[in-house]
Every structure is written in structure tokens, then in C-alpha cells.
């Protein structure tokens, strides 16, 4: 949850705190370009990032509080049904 208004650059300020910021992003709409709440901070070393998450979570950033985590991969996205299989029970008209 971050604040509309925080950028890469205060991203990487608020964490360097604990440790060394090889990396710090604030995720934008590809369209708008306005930030999409959150953020990916990378450390030196999976001991700084402890630092980091225990420093910041819970924290408030640009007047929001945010809420600091390891990044979860992500799920792998199934391949859209082919045409001539049905796995709703809705039927386009034809």
C-alpha cells in the first residue's frame, strides 16, 4: 500500500536505512503511468532485506502506512480455453 506519491527514489531513501539498495522500483500503470500502490525494494543481501522488512513494516511512507513482505512469486496464468471447450457453462450466442 503505497502512497500515489511515492516514487523509486523515496522508495530506495526510506530503505537504504537498513542496508544496501541494489534496487528500488515503484510499480506504474503501463497506460497512465501513475504509481499501482506498491513497490519492489532488492538488498545486497537476504540479511539486509530481514532489516528491511522488520524496519519498515508497518511504517508510515509519504503519510501512508505500508506494509513490508518478502515478493511472492507469482502464480503461472493458465493459457485461454480453446474455442471448442466450455469450462463456465455460459454459451456465447451465436
Known sequence: GLNKRTTSDGLREAFS?????????VITDRISGYSRGFGFVRYA???EAGEGI???DG???????????YAKQREAQQPPQSAG???SGYQYPS
Do not use: C, N, P, Y
Request: no cysteine; hydrophobic share 40%.
Open 45 to 47: 543481501t537476504v540479511e
Open 17 to 25: 536505512k537498513f542496508g544496501q539498495v541494489t534496487d528500488a522500483r
Open 54 to 56: 522488520k524496519g519498515m
Open 59 to 69: 511504517k508510515f511512507l509519504d503519510g501512508w502506512v505500508i506494509f513490508a513482505e
Open 85 to 87: 471447450t466450455q469450462s
